[in-house]
């Protein structure tokens, strides 16, 4: 889901910061090329000749604190042409510059040519806002946008500009001063010649009441936008279904008991074909299908260690989901055959039709009396294996940013 996160995402690791991509000049649409980009530019209805050009892994995050937007490796032609070539295919974030205007968009590349036909270049619009807790103490240090070079600092009491950034869909995300962890991340829409606001919404530990919900929204211009995140805690996005191969590195998997029936995905052992596009949160998204008899049940989950992670310091665990039934989450020490299973779930949660999110904590799990199938928190918390979801008395459940606070793993 492309919010905070969102957790998008990604809420991701700042090992490997990808640059922009090195290729040729621009040859024109239609020239036989492999592996490549090609568009027209245009800037007030006329050609953009050697306009500045990047492109950037959609999830790039720039190390420039110099307020740059755009550092250029490419331009286009004298005519105004754009060919990137030799690429590997991936999600990209494709930005153009000209004489103070701009054109940026993420997009998705297969590995063919993509023929993006005539882009044009318009006038920025800004983000401004505060980023603060209650005492009016800024809780991170940079602000930058997801491929794009831009990182500006954040004032001591929380507030922030953004004076210049191309009119699209954007992903922003704020760094802790050493820039080596991100505290939180939303997307919102930046319109031309118009000023977005991101007010950060202040959540303190242990504030937040059982399975804490609240629905999400559509951005515009002209709204505040807001997250909630733990102060002071870590947090990471484990799963937002954008990066293919993050997902399939965690084989997740969608299984159900004798009392119940997968719909779709068909192929029930690979739920990636279940991974949708979704346009109400603008992201990729599971979305999985069942039909059950009474006291039936579906998993969807993964095992996130074979020896078992400590996750002692956990504050909570968010998501988005929605469908039809009721859910259960749980964290649990699991193998097959293995007689010292443990699981800490919560109660059942009830399922929307619409978009909602949901916050569990550690005293969210079930005590084991009273709930048999459940050994408590206490008892799986320093060596959990495995994550799952459970679909119950439904049709339908769809989930994305799944998101850990507290700890890193």
């Known amino acids: 889901m492309r919010w905070f996160g969102w957790i998008s995402a990604a809420l991701i690791p700042l090992l490997g910061l990808w640059g922009c991509e090195s290729g040729n000049h621009a040859k024109g649409p239609g020239s036989e090329t492999t592996n490549g980009i090609v568009a027209s530019v245009f800037s007030n209805g006329s050609i953009a000749s050697y306009a500045n050009v990047c492109l950037h892994k959609a999830n790039f995050i720039s190390e420039d604190t110099s307020g740059a937007v ?4 490419f331009e286009t032609d004298g ?10 295919a991936g999600d990209y974030r ?18 063919n040519t993509l023929d993006l036909g005539e882009i044009h270049l318009d006038s920025p619009g800004s983000v401004s806002g505060n980023f603060a807790d209650e005492s009016g103490h ?9 491929g794009l070079d831009v990182l500006v600092r954040i004032a001591e009491n929380g507030d922030f500009l953004l004076p210049t950034l191309p009119s699209d869909d954007l992903k922003l995300f704020v760094l ?11 997307s919102l829409t930046v319109k031309t010649a118009t000023n977005t606001s991101w007010i950060h919404t202040y959540y303190k530990i242990g504030s937040s009441s059982s399975f804490e919900e609240s629905s999400s929204s559509s951005s515009s211009s002209s709204s505040e936008e807001s997250s909630s995140s733990s102060q002071g805690a870590v947090w990471t996005i484990f799963e937002n279904f954008e990066d293919s191969a993050s997902y399939a590195q965690k084989s997740w998997y969608f299984s159900a008991d004798t009392n119940s029936q997968i719909n779709y995905p068909t192929n029930a052992s690979d ?9 109400e949160l603008n992201s990729h998204v ?5 039909s059950t008899s009474l006291g039936g049940y579906v998993i969807f989950g993964t095992q996130i260690s074979s020896e078992g992670i400590d996750m002692s310091a956990l504050d909570s665990v968010t998501f988005y989901a929605k469908g039809s039934g009721n859910i259960r989450f749980s964290l649990e020490r699991w193998e097959v055959n293995a007689s010292d299973n443990l699981k800490a779930w919560t109660k059942n949660l009830p399922l929307k039709s619409t978009w909602t999110r949901y916050c569990v904590t550690p005293s969210d799990f079930q005590l084991p009396e009273n709930d048999t199938l459940s050994s408590g928190w206490e008892s799986v918390k320093k060596t959990v294996t495995r994550l799952h979801f459970f679909g119950l008395d439904g049709q339908e459940i769809s989930l994305d940013d799944i998101t850990v606070y507290g700890l890193t793993f």
Do not use: C, H, M, Q
């Not at 005519?79 to 590997?88: A, K, M, R």
């Not at 494709?94 to 590995?111: A, N």
């Not at 739920?271 to 346009?279: E, G």
């Open 70 to 73: 755009l550092v250029p490796s």
């Open 271 to 279: 739920y990636r074909t279940a991974i949708v596009d979704n346009s």
């Open 138 to 146: 800024a809780l991170a240090s940079w602000i930058g946008v997801y």
């Open 286 to 290: 599971f979305s999985g299908y069942y």
């Open 176 to 186: 802790t001063e050493a820039r080596d962890s991100i505290v939180a991340d939303t």
């Open 94 to 111: 494709l930005t153009v510059s000209l004489d103070g205007k701009f054109y940026s968009k993420e997009i998705s590349y297969s590995g």
């Open 79 to 88: 005519s105004g042409i754009l060919t990137l070539e030799n690429l590997e």
